[in-house]
C-alpha cells in the first residue's frame, strides 16, 4: 500500500517555481531516494512534504489524509520524521540527552504528574532511559552516551541525527543527504545501518548524492530536475536512462555506470 | 551523598533565626523573595531560552492581586470583600500565571529581539495602570495595611516565621523546576531553545512548550510577589520598575543560566552585596555602577556565569 | 476643532524628535543587530551636554547643539568600540546583556555626576509664542521641528547617497556577503553606532530645553524610540519617520481626550497591538534600509 502519496505538489518562490507539479508515491516498506543535479528541488521537495514549507498547490497524503498545513510536529506525531541537510542536533547536550529529546512523543508525563512529582514519572523516566541507551547501542554510539553532541566528530554527529530521528518511532523516515562529508567507509557502514533500519519496518525516502549509496540500498530512484521528475524506476533503469545521464552532464554518469545496481 | 549535603544545607539554613539578628534576617526574607522570582525567571530565561525582560510583571501582578484580594476593593462595577490571606496569595499566582498564558501565547508569534520589547512593554504598561487606575489600585498612594499571613491561630508577624515561609517557598520552587527540567517538558524547553527545527521534527510542540514555561515561571514570580506583599505589608507602583527586572537579570546570568544552582548563588550574591556595600558606605549609584561593570565582565569572561565555571574548577580538581 | 489642531501641532513638534530617537535606533538595531539598551542614555547625554554646555560655561545655544550631537557621536563610537567589537557574532542574549549592564552604569553615572535634581537649559528664542488664528505655537518649539527635519534629510541622504551609505545598505542585507565584497564590518558597526547615538543625543539636546533635564530621562525615550522602530519596521528610515509621527499623535490624543496619565503607555500598547496583528511592522521594507 501507499504510505504516501504526493500529487500535482508544486512550490513557488515569489516567481520562481521550485517545484512543478510533483506526483510520486511511496509504497510501504521500501527505500525510494531522491536524485538530481544541484537545484533540481530535492531539498525543497522535501520541506514540503515535511511541512516545513508550504506548498503553493498539490497534495500530501500520509496514511490517506493531506498532511499539507499542518504543523511539523504534528506531522512527527502521525508519524512522519525527517532529517535535516546541515547537521542538525542539540549541541550543548550529551548524546543521551538528544535521544531522550528524540523520545518526546513516547512519553506519556502531564505537566501536572511532572510538577506533582508522581512516582509514573520517574517509571516513564527509567523506561525512556533504557529506550535511549538501546537506540544509541543501535548506532554504535553508547560508548560516547555523556558527550557533548556539539563536540562529536562530523560522522558520529550525524549517525546522531538518524538516531534522534529514530527515537521518534517514524512510520517514514525522510532522510536529507545523510551520508553528505562521510568518507567511503563511513558511508558503507551507514548502508549497512540503513538495511537493519529497512528492517525494523521503517519506511525510507532518501535524497542523496552518493550514487554508489543511492543504487546500493534503493528499491526504487526517482530522479528530479528543474522541479519536475524526468524518471523514475529501479537504480539499473536509472542508470541507463539518457535523460538522467544527461541531466547530470555527464560526470556523474561515469560514476553511476561504475556502481552495482541492486537486483 | 548529593541529598545529604542537600539536606544538611537546608537545615543550616532553617537554623539561621535561632542566632541571627533582626537585620540579617529582614535582608535574608528579602533575597529569598528575589531568589524565588530569580528561580522562576531562570526557567524562561534559562532554559527555554526566551528573552523575557518583563518578568517584574508577573511579580508586581502577584503582589497587587494578592494584597488587593486580602484587603478587599470596591470599583465602580464590582465589590470583593477581603479573603484570607491564604486565599488572597493562591489569587495572586493565578493572577501571575493566567498573566503568563497570555504572555507565552504571545511570545510564539512575537521572537528574538522583538519578543524583548514586548515583554518591557507589557510591564511598563502594567506600571502605568497601577499608577493611574486609582480607583484600584491606590495609585501611588499605595495599598498600604496589607494583612500578613494567617496559617491556623499563627499569625506571620515576626521576621523569623517569614523566614521560614519564605525559606519553604524557594525550596517548592527549587524542587518543582528541578522535576521540570528533569523531564519530558522541561526537555522540551531546552530542545526549543537549542535547535527549534529540529525539536519540531521530533514532534515538540512551540506553543505549547512555550506556555508551559511562561505559565509555571509567571506563577512562581506571582508567588515571590505575593510573599513580598504579604511581608513588607505595602505595594506601590514602583514594584513595576524595570530595575528589578533587571536585578533579577543579573542574578540568573551572574549565577548561571539554565543551571539549577545558577539562580541561588546569583541571588544569594545580589542581595547580600547592597548590604555589604552599604556597609562600605558606598552610594547606590555607585553600587549600580558596580552592577553594571560586573553584568559586563560576566558576559565577557564568565559567560555561563559563575555555577558551570566552578563545576568546571571542580571536576578538574576531582 | 481647534483643540484638535493644538494638538497636532504639538504632535508636530514632538514627532520630529521622536523620529530622530527612531531611526537612530533602526540603524544600530537594523545594521547591528544589538538591542540598544543605551540609546535613551545617550539622549539624556545629549540633554546634560546642553545644561553643561549653555548654563555651566556660556556658550552659544546653536554651538552648544552642534556640540552636544558630536559628543554624543563620540561617545556612541567609544561604546560600540570598547563594549561591542569583542562580541561580534555573539548571540543576542549576550550582547543585550552588556547593553544592559552598560546602560545601568551610564545612567547611575549621569545621576552621580549632576544629581536627582532636575535641571532646566535656557534658549535663546522668545518666551511669547507665535500665535496663528486660534493656535499657538513656541518658537522654540518651531526651531526644534526645523531642526529635527534637517537631520532626519540629512540622515537619508548619507544613507542613499553616499557610499558609506551604501555600505551601511549592505551589511544590513547580508553581513557576510558585505564583508567578502570588503567592506569593512568593524568601521560600519562603529559609524552606524556613531550616527545612531548622535541622532538620540540630538533628540536629546533638542528637547532638553524645552522640557527639563533629569537622569532617567532617557528611559521612557528609549522605550518609545523601541516603539517607533517596531512601528516603522525594522531599518526604514521613512517607516522610523512617520512612526515617530504617529506616536506622537496617538501620544497627544490619547492624553487631550483619554486620560494623561496613560499618555506614556501609549507607545507601549502600540507596540504591543502591532507585534500581535502585524508583526513585521506598519511599513516594513523588509530586507532593505533607506
Given amino acids: 500500500m501507499d504510505l504516501l502519496t504526493v500529487r500535482g505538489l508544486s512550490v513557488r518562490f515569489g516567481g520562481l517555481l521550485a517545484i512543478e507539479s510533483l506526483s510520486l508515491e511511496v509504497r510501504e516498506g521500501e527505500v525510494l531516494s531522491l536524485i538530481g543535479p544541484n537545484g533540481a528541488g530535492k531539498t525543497t521537495a522535501f520541506n514540503a512534504i515535511s511541512g516545513y514549507l508550504r506548498p503553493s498547490g498539490g497534495e500530501v497524503l500520509f496514511k490517506d489524509s493531506n498532511i499539507v498545513g499542518r504543523s511539523t510536529n504534528d506531522i512527527a506525531a502521525l508519524g512522519l520524521v525527517r532529517t535535516f541537510q546541515k547537521t542538525s542536533v542539540f549541541p550543548s547536550r550529551s548524546a543521551l540527552e538528544n535521544i531522550l529529546i528524540g523520545l518526546h512523543l513516547r512519553s506519556k508525563q502531564s505537566a501536572l504528574a511532572i510538577l506533582l512529582g508522581l512516582p509514573s514519572v520517574a517509571r516513564d523516566e527509567r523506561m525512556l532511559l533504557a529506550e535511549a541507551e538501546r537506540i544509541l547501542s543501535f548506532i554504535n554510539l553508547q560508548n560516547k552516551k555523556d558527550e557533548l553532541a556539539g563536540a562529536l566528530p562530523y560522522g558520529e554527529q550525524r549517525l546522531l541525527e538518524v538516531a534522534i530521528a529514530l527515537a521518534a518511532k517514524p512510520k517514514l523516515l525522510l532522510l536529507d543527504e545523510p551520508v553528505s562529508g562521510m568518507n567511503p567507509s563511513e558511508t558503507a557502514s551507514f548502508m549497512a545501518k540503513l538495511a537493519e533500519i529497512r528492517a525494523l519496518g521503517i519506511t525510507i525516502l532518501l535524497v542523496e548524492h552518493d550514487m554508489k549509496m543511492v543504487m546500493g540500498v534503493s528499491d526504487r530512484v526517482v530522479c528530479l530536475s528543474q522541479g519536475r521528475i524526468i524518471a523514475s524506476g529501479t537504480p539499473a533503469d536509472i542508470q541507463r536512462n539518457p535523460d538522467v545521464i544527461r541531466a547530470y552532464l555527464g560526470e556523474r554518469h561515469k560514476r553511476a555506470e561504475g556502481a552495482r545496481p541492486r537486483a | 551523598m548529593k541529598s545529604l549535603v542537600t539536606v544538611l544545607g537546608v ?275 555607585t553600587q549600580w555602577i558596580v552592577y553594571g561593570v560586573l553584568m559586563v565582565l560576566v558576559v565577557y569572561f564568565l559567560p555561563a556565569g559563575i555555577v558551570p565555571a566552578l563545576k568546571r574548577r571542580v571536576r578538574w580538581i576531582s | ?146 531642526v529635527a527635519l534637517v537631520l532626519i534629510g540629512m540622515t537619508y541622504l548619507v544613507i542613499q547617497k553616499t557610499k558609506l551609505g551604501k555600505a551601511m545598505r549592505a551589511t544590513f542585507q547580508d553581513r557576510d556577503t558585505a564583508a567578502l565584497m570588503g567592506i569593512q564590518i568593524g568601521h560600519i558597526h562603529t559609524v552606524t553606532f556613531a550616527l545612531g547615538s548622535a541622532l538620540a543625543a540630538a533628540a536629546g539636546a533638542l528637547l532638553g530645553p524645552v522640557f527639563v533635564a533629569y537622569p532617567s530621562m532617557g528611559d521612557l525615550a528609549a522605550a518609545k524610540a523601541f516603539a517607533i522602530v517596531i512601528l516603522g519596521g525594522l531599518g526604514s528610515i521613512p517607516g522610523a519617520t512617520i512612526g515617530g509621527f504617529i506616536l506622537a499623535l496617538a501620544e497627544e490624543l490619547g492624553a487631550g481626550y483619554v486620560s494623561s496619565g496613560y499618555r506614556d503607555a501609549m507607545g507601549f500598547l502600540l507596540i504591543i497591538a502591532i507585534l500581535v496583528f502585524k508583526p513585521t511592522g506598519l511599513f516594513a521594507q523588509k530586507e532593505r534600509i533607506g
Fill in chain 3, 1 to 146: 476643532m481647534d483643540q484638535l489642531l493644538q494638538h497636532f501641532l504639538n504632535a508636530l513638534m514632538l514627532g520630529g524628535t521622536y523620529a530622530l530617537l527612531g531611526i537612530g535606533l533602526t540603524l544600530i538595531f537594523g545594521i547591528m543587530r544589538v538591542v540598544n539598551f543605551t540609546h535613551g542614555e545617550l539622549y539624556a547625554f545629549g540633554a546634560y551636554m546642553m545644561y553643561a554646555l549653555v548654563m555651566l560655561s556660556g556658550a552659544n545655544f546653536f554651538v552648544a547643539l552642534a556640540l552636544a550631537v558630536v559628543l554624543g557621536a563620540l561617545l556612541g563610537a567609544a561604546l560600540e568600540f570598547v563594549l561591542l567589537r569583542r562580541l561580534r557574532g555573539a548571540d543576542i542574549d549576550t550582547t543585550m546583556l552588556v547593553m544592559i549592564g552598560a546602560w545601568i552604569a551610564l545612567q547611575n553615572a549621569e545621576q552621580l555626576a549632576w544629581t536627582g535634581v532636575a535641571k532646566s537649559i535656557d534658549n535663546p528664542f522668545p518666551a511669547a509664542p507665535l500665535v496663528i488664528g486660534a493656535v499657538s505655537v513656541g518658537w522654540n518649539r518651531l526651531f526644534v521641528f526645523a
Fill in chain 2, 11 to 285: 537545615a543550616a539554613l532553617a537554623s539561621v533565626p535561632l542566632w541571627a539578628d533582626a537585620y540579617l534576617l529582614h535582608v535574608l526574607v528579602v533575597t529569598g523573595i528575589f531568589m524565588v522570582a530569580a528561580i522562576s525567571l531562570n526557567l524562561l530565561l534559562g532554559y527555554a531560552g526566551q528573552l523575557s525582560l518583563g518578568h517584574v510583571a508577573f511579580f508586581g501582578i502577584g503582589a497587587y492581586a494578592s494584597a488587593l484580594v486580602s484587603l478587599g476593593f470596591d470599583i465602580s462595577f464590582f465589590t470583593l470583600k477581603p479573603k484570607p490571606v491564604w486565599m488572597a496569595m493562591l489569587a495572586g499566582i493565578a493572577a501571575a500565571g493566567l498573566c503568563g498564558w497570555f504572555i507565552g501565547r504571545l511570545s510564539f508569534k512575537v521572537r528574538g529581539a522583538y519578543f524583548v520589547i514586548v515583554s518591557i512593554s507589557f510591564a511598563e504598561v502594567v506600571r502605568l495602570v497601577a499608577v493611574n487606575w486609582v480607583e484600584l489600585t491606590q495609585g501611588p498612594m499605595a495599598l498600604n495595611n496589607i494583612p500578613p499571613l494567617t496559617l491556623g491561630s499563627l499569625t506571620l508577624w515576626k521576621k523569623p516565621e517569614n523566614y521560614w515561609l519564605v525559606l519553604a517557598v524557594a525550596v517548592v520552587s527549587f524542587i518543582l523546576v528541578k522535576r521540570l527540567v528533569g523531564s519530558k517538558a522541561g526537555r522540551a524547553m531546552i530542545a526549543l531553545r537549542e535547535n527549534e527545527p529540529l525539536a519540531a521534527s521530533v514532534g515538540v510542540d512551540v506553543t505549547r512548550t512555550l506556555v508551559l514555561a511562561t505559565i509555571v515561571s509567571a506563577a512562581m514570580a506571582g508567588a515571590a510577589g505575593a510573599l513580598y506583599a504579604h511581608y513588607v505589608r505595602i505595594v506601590d507602583p514602583d514594584v513595576f520598575l524595570f530595575i528589578y527586572t533587571v536585578t533579577m537579570v543579573i542574578m540568573v546570568v551572574t549565577g548561571g543560566k539554565g543551571t539549577l544552582a545558577g539562580p541561588v548563588v546569583g541571588g544569594l550574591i545580589f542581595g547580600l552585596l547592597p548590604e555589604g556595600l552599604r556597609a562600605l558606605a558606598i552610594k547606590p549609584e
